[in-house]
T-cell receptor, first 114, second 113 residues
Framework: AQKVTQAQTEISVVEKEDVTLDCVYE???????LFWYKQPPSGELVFLIR??????QNEISGRYSWNFQKSTSSFNFTITASQVVDSAVYFC???????????FGAGTRLFVKA | SQTIHQWPATLVQPVGSPLSLECTVE??????LYWYRQAAGRGLQLLFY??????ISSEVPQNLSASRPQDRQFILSSKKLLLSDSGFYLC????????????FGPGTRLLVL
């Protein structure tokens, strides 16, 4: 079965702290894609990153970085020096070979306090 | 560049009334289109997806339906709303004939009273 687990329901940090959002996935497919989306209070989901199953290189984009480890089926997201504007719900998602469907995790709500 | 629109932005409807939510995409052809629902404080549930005009796949049995009358138009409907239909409805698109990233619209907040 395809599944995405985001065990952290809510995280609260103080501005400038680093924070890591965990994502664990399950799939039997060898070809799949993993995503992170950000949902600010306005509601619209904003695409952050897409990673395919054959590319385990970590990625850094400004204060954001992603750690993909197939050995542990994890695709964790770290925000360095968090800011109040990072407050949002973050979703991890899995797109597998089975079709045009994407499985979303339950989301992690991040609060960054000034 | 591509843009995706949804309207209305918010809607308050009585139980038993009909529903029509519209989603349109600009700047692309033959996109895959999706309807998701997000209940308050919860994750996204895929309701319908479409790979072409008139082609609708339903993921969850319910009193909602979807239609795709034009290539870049996706409509979510109901004949009689239930209280449980309240939520945040998101439309998304992805490039056709490929498994690419989905891009989301601004959403519609529906409250059924």
């Amino acid at each position: 079965a395809q599944k995405v687990t985001q065990a952290q329901t809510e995280i609260s940090v103080v501005e400038k702290e680093d924070v890591t959002l965990d994502c664990v996935y399950e799939t039997r497919d060898t070809t799949y894609y993993l995503f992170w989306y950000k949902q600010p209070p306005s509601g619209e989901l904003v695409f952050l990153i897409r990673r395919n199953s054959f590319d385990e290189q970590n990625e850094i984009s400004g204060r954001y970085s992603w750690n993909f480890q197939k050995s542990t089926s994890s695709f964790n997201f770290t925000i360095t020096a968090s800011q109040v504007v990072d407050s949002a719900v973050y979703f991890c998602a899995l797109d597998y070979t089975g079709g045009f469907k994407t499985i979303f995790g339950a989301g992690t709500r991040l609060f960054v306090k000034a | 560049s591509q843009t995706i629109h949804q309207w209305p932005a918010t809607l308050v409807q009585p139980v038993g009334s009909p529903l029509s939510l519209e989603c349109t995409v600009e700047g692309t052809s033959n996109p895959n289109l999706y309807w998701y629902r997000q209940a308050a404080g919860r994750g996204l549930q895929l309701l319908f997806y479409s790979v072409g005009i008139g082609q609708i796949s339903s993921e969850v049995p319910q009193n909602l339906s979807a239609s795709r009358p034009q290539d870049r138009q996706f409509i979510l409907s109901s004949k009689k709303l239930l209280l449980s239909d309240s939520g945040f409805y998101l439309c998304a698109w992805s490039p056709g004939h490929s498994r690419e990233t989905q891009y989301f619209g601004p959403g519609t907040r529906l409250l059924v009273l």
